[in-house]
């Protein structure tokens, strides 16, 4: 079993999510930031037998996009009264960052509470 976790721009979770679904994969969203732009991302992370990891590739394929962003580098130092105009760079961000991790256990735990219901849910 493998764990894929992909890191995607926010704009094409949705798609993704929608397509996992549909292929039946179960997959979890965490909200995340990349330390280079600080800006919001998305880790959807999805358990799958080895064979599914490369279904899952062409999924992530079919529904990230590469887009451009413009990143204003760091302030020089500078002397009172200079004056600097900061000169956007643009980089490139996605499709999509992925890791692939061996996994050694996977269970899902799943015990029934006497009675139907909670332990220590009141009625
Ligand atoms: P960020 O760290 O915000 O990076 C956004 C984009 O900025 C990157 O797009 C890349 O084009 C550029 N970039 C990042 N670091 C750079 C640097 N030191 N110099 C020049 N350009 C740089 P992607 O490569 O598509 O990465 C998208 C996001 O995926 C990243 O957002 C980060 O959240 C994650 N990521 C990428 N590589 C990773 C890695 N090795 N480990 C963990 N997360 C990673």
Redesign the pocket.
């Known amino acids: 079993m493998k764990l894929v976790m992909a890191?995607v721009q926010g704009k094409d979770v949705e798609g993704l999510m929608t397509a996992l679904r549909a292929a039946n994969y179960r997959a979890t969203q965490i909200n995340?930031?990349?330390?280079?732009?600080?800006?919001n991302?998305v880790t959807v992370m999805t358990g799958v037998d080895d064979t599914q990891v490369p279904d899952v590739f062409r999924l992530i394929h079919d529904n990230c996009y590469t887009r451009t962003?413009y990143?204003n580098p760091l302030l020089p130092i500078m002397e009172p009264g200079e004056f600097y105009m900061p000169n956007p760079v643009e980089?490139?961000?996605?499709g999509?960052?992925v890791f692939v991790l061996p996994v050694v256990r996977y269970e899902r735990i799943m015990p029934q509470a006497a009675g139907g219901t909670r332990a220590g849910a009141s009625a």
């Open positions: 890191v995340s930031s990349g330390g280079f732009l600080r800006e991302n962003q990143v980089v490139q961000v996605g999509a960052t």
